[in-house]
């Protein structure tokens, strides 16, 4: 196989006190973007996935942890974690090492898989040193999954019981207490195939002014499960900074995925506004800035900062040419990557992704996680092998003194 494109070249990177921050290029051989070779399957892909891991991954460690020690800096996560990974204690241990790596304040995590003990608070804002000795602190699956089908195939994947891990093999809580964490958000959505502890979370060392959480209206049956899927979102405030993690719908064709990243948008605008001194009501769609300080400049300045983290599903279209998207097109199994999602969002918020320009992210070469932030000025695109190669987590940085 011909060699990969490094991760790390970039046609414009940017400096934070000396550190660069760069964005890799689509990973893949170009040869299969040839159209008459057929695209590459899960084990291709995983292959040229790993080699770049193994040559880069350390790297970006590395580069997270030199930004972790940076005064006066301020760093959250986002990743989607997938959620049968937290059975592993590789996997698991993987995850908090990047958590602690990066050192940020607030962690989101999409497809997460949590404790029953905090599954049974859902939209609450909860202290994790009051959720250890719950009787429930345990992870299952599957529990009170809403398809049949799912809960038949994992109980069979598990010798016919449910797979527990128990509070005390697991530490789910106590790892996010020794990182210095204190607090939690979860919610479930409200038809969910994969169980009433599977969703998104947001996990803080400072207690928020508020949270918010709410359910997605649209949904999207699933024929491989039998069963309709929802979405959801969690958000906290702390002052005038509004955070909301989402994990929009997956399915590529139709209108369920734009319709609640449509919904989405009205919402976070909506809270923004609070803090404008207006009636809260739908805000006004802005053109979209090129940078977050454009934003915060422009005539959005009396709003809310507000960042936006999650699996959208679809692809930022200013991130690639015209090449690449035939190419990925090719990887998605011949079907167009979506951007609707993102369209709707820009359109919402006024600013485009901080992001913009991240080429790799998830399966099969594409990125489909993305941050609008007016608050955030970088971002670290880290590598980790605890998913599968199926999503990687995402940093974002603000710095008391940027040199661009």
Same mark, same amino acid.
Request: hydrophobic share 35%; aromatic share 8%.
């Given at each position: 196989?011909?060699?990969?494109?490094?991760?790390?070249?970039?046609?414009?990177?940017?400096?934070?006190?000396?550190?660069?921050?760069?964005?890799?290029?689509?990973?893949?051989?170009?040869?299969?973007?040839?159209?008459?070779?057929?695209?590459?399957?899960?084990?291709?892909?995983?292959?040229?996935?790993?080699?770049?891991?193994?040559?880069?991954?350390?790297?970006?460690?590395?580069?997270?942890?030199?930004?972790?020690?940076?005064?006066?800096?301020?760093?959250?996560?986002?990743?989607?974690?997938?959620?049968?990974?937290?059975?592993?204690?590789?996997?698991?241990?993987?995850?908090?090492?990047?958590?602690?790596?990066?050192?940020?304040?607030?962690?989101?995590?999409?497809?997460?898989?949590?404790?029953?003990?905090?599954?049974?608070?859902?939209?609450?804002?909860?202290?994790?040193?009051?959720?250890?000795?719950?009787?429930?602190?345990?992870?299952?699956?599957?529990?009170?999954?809403?398809?049949?089908?799912?809960?038949?195939?994992?109980?069979?994947?598990?010798?016919?019981?449910?797979?527990?891990?128990?509070?005390?093999?697991?530490?789910?809580?106590?790892?996010?207490?020794?990182?210095?964490?204190?607090?939690?958000?979860?919610?479930?959505?409200?038809?969910?195939?994969?169980?009433?502890?599977?969703?998104?979370?947001?996990?803080?060392?400072?207690?928020?002014?508020? /949270? %918010?959480?709410? $359910?997605? +209206?649209? =949904?999207?049956?699933?024929?491989?499960?039998?069963? @309709? !899927?929802?979405?959801?979102?969690?958000?906290?405030?702390?002052?005038?900074?509004?955070?909301?993690?989402?994990?929009?719908?997956?399915?590529?064709?139709?209108? /369920? %995925?734009?319709? $609640?990243? +449509?919904? =989405?948008?009205?919402?976070?605008?909506?809270?923004? @506004? !609070?803090?404008?001194?207006?009636?809260?009501?739908?805000?006004?769609?802005?053109?979209?800035?090129?940078?977050?300080?454009?934003?915060?400049?422009?005539?959005?300045?009396?709003?809310?900062?507000?960042?936006?983290?999650?699996?959208?599903?679809?692809?930022?279209?200013?991130?690639?040419?015209?090449?690449?998207?035939?190419?990925?097109?090719?990887?998605?199994?011949?079907?167009?990557?979506?951007?609707?999602?993102?369209?709707?969002?820009?359109?919402?918020?006024?600013?485009?992704?901080?992001?913009?320009?991240?080429?790799?992210?998830?399966?099969?070469?594409?990125?489909?996680?993305?941050?609008?932030?007016?608050?955030?000025?970088?971002?670290?695109?880290?590598?980790?092998?605890?998913?599968?190669?199926?999503?990687?987590?995402?940093?974002?940085?603000?710095?008391?003194?940027?040199?661009?």
């Amino acid at each position: 196989m011909a060699a990969l494109a490094d991760p790390t070249a970039s046609s414009g990177s940017c400096l934070v006190e000396g550190v660069s921050l760069l964005t890799p290029q689509l990973i893949a051989d170009p040869k299969w973007g040839e159209e008459e070779i057929a695209p590459p399957g899960p084990r291709e892909y995983s292959d040229m996935c790993r080699e770049v891991y193994e040559e880069f991954g350390d790297e970006r460690a590395q580069k997270a942890a030199e930004l972790a020690e940076m005064e006066g800096g301020e760093c959250m996560l986002y990743m989607n974690f997938k959620s049968h990974a937290i059975f592993g204690e590789e996997q698991r241990g993987k995850l908090f090492e990047v958590i602690r790596l990066a050192n940020p304040s607030v962690v989101c995590l999409s497809e997460a898989l949590v404790p029953v003990a905090l599954a049974t608070h859902a939209g609450q804002l909860c202290e994790l040193a009051t959720l250890v000795e719950d009787p429930e602190n345990r992870i299952e699956q599957p529990y009170m999954a809403g398809s049949e089908v799912f809960a038949t195939k994992k109980l069979g994947q598990y010798g016919g019981s449910p797979k527990v891990m128990q509070g005390a093999e697991g530490g789910w809580f106590e790892e996010f207490i020794k990182l210095g964490f204190e607090w939690v958000v979860f919610l479930s959505p409200l038809h969910c195939p994969y169980g009433r502890n599977w969703g998104n979370c947001m996990v803080m060392k400072h207690k928020p002014d508020e /949270v %918010r959480c709410g $359910q997605l +209206e649209r =949904l999207q049956y699933k024929k491989v499960w039998d069963a @309709s !899927e929802s979405r959801c979102f969690v958000g906290a405030r702390y002052g005038d900074h509004i955070t909301v993690s989402v994990h929009l719908d997956d399915v590529p064709a139709g209108d /369920v %995925r734009t319709a $609640q990243a +449509e919904e =989405l948008g009205q919402i976070v605008s909506a809270w923004r @506004s !609070e803090g404008s001194g207006s009636d809260g009501g739908e805000a006004e769609a802005a053109e979209p800035a090129e940078t977050p300080a454009a934003a915060a400049e422009g005539e959005g300045a009396g709003l809310r900062a507000v960042t936006l983290v999650g699996d959208m599903n679809a692809i930022n279209p200013d991130t690639y040419n015209e090449e690449e998207i035939v190419r990925l097109n090719k990887y998605n199994r011949g079907k167009p990557c979506p951007t609707d999602a993102i369209d709707a969002l820009t359109a919402a918020l006024g600013v485009v992704p901080l992001n913009t320009g991240q080429k790799f992210e998830c399966r099969f070469n594409k990125c489909v996680t993305h941050a609008y932030s007016t608050r955030y000025t970088h971002y670290l695109d880290l590598l980790t092998d605890a998913t599968d190669f199926d999503h990687q987590p995402l940093a974002l940085y603000q710095f008391a003194k940027v040199d661009v």
